[in-house]
């Protein structure tokens, strides 16, 4: 996995009406986006996006905002979860041909998008 990106991101999946694959977002830079088909090809996509968005922003003048206060955190915890639900989640990465930390940022993610918007 990409790790040259340093502005934080989000990553949500796309529905099938959006063509599908994985959409990443930078907050700190407005209308900075990339996608890809897989998390990997999305991630390599916006380091190019976020290059190209700095790029454009020097060449106008314009500010460059320092990253966001997420940079902060690691990025880190441990989890103890069921070993049922270990191996379930470790089968489902395989499957997908990802890491377990990969997919299991996946779905944590799609899980807080979904409860973001059937909050509102």
């Known amino acids: ?3 040259k990106l340093k502005y934080p ?5 796309l529905t ?6 994985y959409l990443v977002e930078f907050p700190d830079l407005p209308g900075c ?6 998390i990997d ?16 922003a020097k060449s106008f003048g314009d500010a460059i905002p320092e990253p966001g206060i997420s940079t902060k955190y690691s990025g880190q915890w441990r ?10 989640l470790t089968l489902r ?3 997908e041909g990802v890491s ?6 996946v779905l944590l993610a799609e899980g807080l998008e979904h409860r973001v918007h059937h909050q509102k």
Do not use: C, F
Not at 9 to 13: G, L, M, Q
Not at 16 to 21: D, Q, V
Not at 100 to 105: E, G, P, V
């Open 1 to 3: 996995m990409n790790r």
């Open 9 to 13: 991101v989000t990553i949500r999946p």
């Open 16 to 21: 099938k009406e959006e063509g599908g694959g």
């Open 33 to 38: 986006i990339a996608d890809g088909e897989t």
């Open 41 to 56: 090809e999305a991630l390599k996509e916006a380091e190019s996006a976020m290059k190209s968005w700095i790029e454009t």
């Open 79 to 88: 989890l103890r979860v069921p070993k049922s639900l270990h191996a379930a």
């Open 93 to 95: 990465a395989k499957l």
């Open 100 to 105: 377990l930390n990969t997919l299991s940022a």
